[in-house]
């Protein structure tokens, strides 16, 4: 049974840094699409990053380039979201997801996931 759980957010101060994970259970990430999205109050879920198998490296939303970095442990059962220079719009319940039919830019579509954690809550704010 396909299972995730994303931990490491937080309260951060503006301009401060988190680093959130996620575990995989039951899959290896070998073979997924994966990423993290994220929903702000009153707004859409929208897609923060993402990664296809297919591909070698992450998409980013333009609102996270340069700030965000996407990796994923050697054993390929867990991945994470270094977030720097944190800024208030950040600020959302960041969920992360993985489903093994989306390939390439099918990543981008968080409709398609079948596969999601419970969410780990990131507020930014002085």
């Known amino acids: 049974q396909v299972h995730l759980v994303e931990s490491g957010g937080d309260l951060v101060q503006p301009g401060g840094s988190l680093r959130l994970s996620c575990v995989a259970s039951?899959?290896?990430?070998?073979?997924?699409?994966y990423g993290w999205f994220r929903q702000a109050p009153g707004k859409e879920r929208e897609v923060v990053s993402c990664l296809s198998h297919t591909d070698g490296r992450p998409f980013y939303a333009d609102s996270v380039k340069g700030r965000f970095t996407m990796s994923t442990d050697n054993t390929k059962t867990s991945f994470h979201l270094q977030m720097n220079n944190l800024e208030p719009e950040d600020t959302g319940l960041y969920y992360c997801?993985?489903?093994?039919?989306?390939?390439?830019?099918?990543?981008?579509?968080?409709?398609?996931?079948?596969?999601w954690g419970q969410g780990t809550q990131v507020t930014v704010s002085s």
């Open positions: 039951g899959f290896a990430l070998n073979y997924y699409a």
């Open positions: 997801a993985a489903d093994p039919h989306l390939f390439g830019l099918d990543c981008l579509d968080l409709n398609a996931y079948r596969n």
